[in-house]
């Protein structure tokens, strides 16, 4: 399996950055390219996105960033603190995984209730606040080791939900479009919270062309979509 941490951590090296697309793709190895558009899913499988040629790194990148000056935590990706930004990344990545079975296994067991914070919302929102791409791209990491928890998975939705924005669409759309891929009704309602917090054109489409398990979820999905249509179309 891909660790999907360290090879987008690698992949994304500040000096790389600064380069262009095209320079980047010649000496990255097809493991650690990076998808910004997003196939036909054929599986409930990570994969897929992860073994596809990236497209755009210069978008993606800067989508991450969210600064259109390229600023990781504050200091210019062109600066000559660019080593000591990478070595702080890699142990912040770190740090993360010596948590990560603790977290793991609180997140099996919380319940997650509209408008209220909980521990685990509480850990992720302080790790964002110190090292938003790190804690990210840490994120996914727990979603390509649990995909075949639906409970994790529901869970890993709803943190996405309560703490990302629609700024933050490029990043995490992968997962939203999983969670609807999958059977599981709970994966399919934490899906649809999110595209109804982002209310995205992008994500209507997508619930539109979703194909719904549950009647009770299929009655939530229609829901949104009015609503959205409304608002944005």
Known sequence: MINVES???????????????????EQSTQSSRWMIEYPAL?????????????????????SLFHDDTLKLDGI????TSS????????EFLNSLRLQEEDFVVSLERTDFEDGYNNSILDFVEKNI??????????????????RDDDRIITGLLRIIESKTTVADIDTFFPLVELGLKNPNPMCQEAAIMTIETWRD????KLL??????????????N??????KKELV
């Open 42 to 62: 054929k599986n409930y499988s990570l994969s897929d996105y992860l073994e596809n040629d990236a497209i755009n790194v210069r978008k993606k990148t800067e």
């Open 76 to 79: 210019e990706l062109g600066s």
């Open 208 to 221: 539109e062309s979703s194909n719904i398990s549950s009647p009770l979820i299929q009655r939530y999905a």
């Open 7 to 25: 090879e987008i951590l690698s992949s994304l090296r500040i000096d790389v950055l600064m380069q262009s697309a095209r320079e980047y793709l």
């Open 201 to 204: 054109k992008q994500c209507l």
């Open 223 to 228: 829901v949104v979509v009015l609503e959205l």
């Open 83 to 90: 080593v000591s930004i990478n070595k702080n990344n890699e």
């Open 129 to 146: 606040s110190q090292n938003r791409y790190t804690t990210f791209l840490w994120l996914y990491g727990v979603y390509t080791r649990h």
